[in-house]
C-alpha cells in the first residue's frame, strides 16, 4: 500500500513537472512570437513598419551612403475585398510579398508591408540603377495584381523619395526617418490619384502643394462653423424644363478666398473629401438651400427644383436621417430637392447604393445620374436605382454639331431615359443651334451659359420672379416652340 502511494506521488509530481516544463515552453515560444511580430507582418511575414522606421534610424544610415525610398499601394484593393472576400485579396498581398522579396533581395534592400495594402522598399545604398529598378518593379507588380484581377481594375500605385531630393544626413535620425516616410507618402498620395497608378518622384513643388491644401482644409473648417462667413458662398445655374412650368437650378459651391481669390470649386472639394470635410460641407450646402427655400424662394414653392451634388463621403447610410433633419423632415422642401449622383458613386457598392436611394425616395427626395456618358453605369443600374432625371455631360454637348456620332448618341440616350421613365438634362448649353438641335432630339431640360451664367442667391430670385411672371414669354418660346 504504501509502495502504491509511493508511485501515485511520483506520478504526480512528474505530472507537474510535465505541465510546468510545457508551460515555459509554450510561454518561450509566445514570447518568441511576440517578438516577430513586434518586428514583421503576420500575413505575408514580410518586415513591418516598426522595423523600416528603426532602420532609417540607425547608426548605419549616418554614413554619407545614397537612400531612396518606395511606399507602394494597390488602387481599389477595397473594391476587390468587398466583392471576392478577404481571403482572395489575402493571397493577392502574400503574392506581392513573394515579388517584393526576391527583387530586392538580390540587390540588398529592405522590403515591408506597412499598412493594409500598402509595402515600403528602402534602397540602401541607393546607386545609380535605382530608376531602373524603380521602373521594372512597377512593371512586374503591374502585371501581377492585373493576372491576378481578371476585372483589371486593380493597379499599382508609387511614390518615391529618391536620394536626391534630400539631404538626410544633416538632420537627427527621428526627424530622417519621419521626413523619408512623409515625402514618400506625399508622392504616393499623388500616384493614387490616377486611374491606372503610376510612379511619382516627390518634388518640394508637391510638398509646397500639400502645405497650401493643408492650409486651405484649416481655413475652411473655420469657415464652416462662421454663420455669418461670406466668402464661401452658392451660385445657382438655371435648368429650363420644356415639359412643364417648373424651373430648375444646380446649386455651386464658391470660394472667394481673401488672399488667393477664386478656388477652383473641383479643387475645394476634393481637398474637403482628403481632409475629412468632406460630409460637413455637403451637410453646410444644404442648410443654405434649405435656408433659401424657406425665405426668399416660399413663393416659389412646388415650381422649383434644386439640384445638389452629392459628394462620397455624404452618401452613406447616414444620409437619410441626415436630411430629415436638416429639411425639417418637411416634404415640400424634400420634394424639391434633386440629388445628383456620379457613375463612380453608384458602381462602386451597388446594393449599398440601391439602400440608400429606396430611402430618400420614401422621403419624396429624387436623383439625378450626373456627367453620364464618361463613367461605367450599366444597363442594370440605370434600371433599378431609381433616377428623375439624367444629365448628359457637357463634352457631347459641345461636339453635337460637328459629329454626327454625338447627336445619334444622345438621341439614343434620350430614347431609353424616356422608356425607363426618365428625363434627360443637357448640360454645357451655350449656343441657339445646340438648343434646337437638343429639342430635336427630345431632350427634356436645359442648362447653361445660353440662359444663364451661375447666378448668386439674389439675382436667382430675380430670375425667378421673371421666369414665373408674364416677362419670361420669350425664353419661354424659345424653350417649347
Not at 415650381?303 to 418637411?330: G, K, Y
Request: net charge neutral; aromatic share 10%.
Amino acid at each position: 500500500m504504501l509502495a502504491q502511494n509511493k508511485q501515485q506521488l511520483l506520478y504526480f509530481f512528474a505530472t507537474i513537472l510535465l505541465i510546468l516544463i510545457l508551460l515555459s515552453y509554450l510561454t518561450y515560444r509566445s514570447a518568441d512570437y511576440q517578438q516577430f511580430l513586434a518586428w514583421h507582418d503576420p500575413l505575408t511575414h514580410l518586415k513591418n513598419r516598426n522595423f523600416i522606421v528603426k532602420t532609417l534610424q540607425s547608426s548605419r544610415l549616418n554614413r554619407q551612403d545614397p537612400v531612396a525610398m518606395i511606399l507602394l499601394d494597390i488602387n481599389r484593393f477595397k473594391e476587390l475585398n468587398n466583392t471576392m472576400g478577404y481571403a482572395f485579396g489575402d493571397q493577392l498581398l502574400i503574392k506581392i510579398a513573394a515579388l517584393l522579396t526576391q527583387r530586392c533581395h538580390s540587390f540588398g534592400y529592405q522590403c515591408a508591408r506597412i499598412g493594409a495594402d500598402e509595402f515600403a522598399v528602402l534602397l540602401h545604398p541607393c546607386n545609380g540603377n535605382a530608376e531602373f529598378f524603380i521602373r521594372n518593379l512597377w512593371n512586374d507588380l503591374s502585371k501581377l495584381v492585373k493576372e491576378y484581377d481578371k476585372t483589371k481594375r486593380l493597379s499599382i500605385a508609387m511614390g518615391v523619395v529618391t536620394c536626391q531630393t534630400q539631404d538626410f544626413h544633416q538632420t537627427n535620425s527621428a526627424l530622417r526617418a519621419s521626413s523619408l516616410l512623409n515625402n514618400a507618402d506625399l508622392a504616393l498620395n499623388i500616384a493614387k490619384k490616377t486611374p491606372d497608378g503610376q510612379v511619382v518622384y516627390y518634388t518640394r513643388q508637391i510638398e509646397n502643394a500639400y502645405n497650401k491644401k493643408r492650409i486651405l482644409a484649416e481655413q475652411l473648417q473655420k469657415l464652416l462653423l462662421e454663420p455669418h462667413q461670406t466668402s464661401l458662398y452658392l451660385c445657382y445655374q438655371p435648368i429650363l424644363s420644356r415639359s412643364n412650368n417648373r424651373l430648375g437650378c444646380e446649386a455651386l459651391l464658391r470660394w472667394q478666398h481673401q488672399e488667393l481669390g477664386y478656388i477652383n470649386p473641383q479643387y475645394l472639394v476634393e481637398m474637403a473629401e482628403e481632409y475629412g470635410l468632406g460630409k460637413k460641407l455637403g451637410v453646410w450646402i444644404m442648410s443654405q438651400v434649405y435656408l433659401a427655400l424657406k425665405t426668399e424662394w416660399k413663393d416659389f414653392n412646388h415650381r422649383l427644383d434644386v439640384s445638389i451634388n452629392l459628394s462620397n463621403s455624404l452618401f452613406d447610410e447616414s444620409l437619410p436621417t441626415l436630411m430629415a433633419d436638416i429639411f425639417d423632415n418637411q416634404e415640400n422642401f424634400l420634394n424639391a430637392i434633386i440629388l445628383e449622383l456620379t457613375e463612380t458613386m453608384t458602381i462602386k457598392d451597388f446594393a449599398h447604393s440601391l439602400a440608400i436611394i429606396n430611402r430618400l425616395e420614401k422621403m419624396k427626395v429624387r436623383f439625378a445620374l450626373d456627367d453620364f456618358g464618361t463613367g461605367w453605369s450599366s444597363l442594370y443600374q440605370l434600371n433599378h436605382l431609381k433616377f428623375s432625371k439624367l444629365k448628359i455631360d457637357k463634352s457631347f454637348v459641345d461636339n453635337m454639331n460637328q459629329n454626327p456620332q454625338q447627336a445619334i448618341f444622345i438621341a439614343t440616350i434620350v430614347n431609353l431615359s424616356h422608356q425607363l421613365g426618365m428625363q434627360v438634362v443637357a448640360e454645357g448649353v451655350e449656343q441657339r443651334a445646340q438648343l434646337e438641335q437638343l429639342k430635336q432630339l427630345g431632350v427634356d431640360e436645359f442648362q447653361g451659359y445660353y440662359f444663364s451664367r451661375p447666378i448668386i442667391k439674389t439675382e436667382f430670385t430675380t430670375f425667378c420672379e421673371r421666369y414665373f411672371s408674364s416677362e419670361n414669354t420669350s425664353l419661354s418660346a424659345q424653350i417649347n416652340e
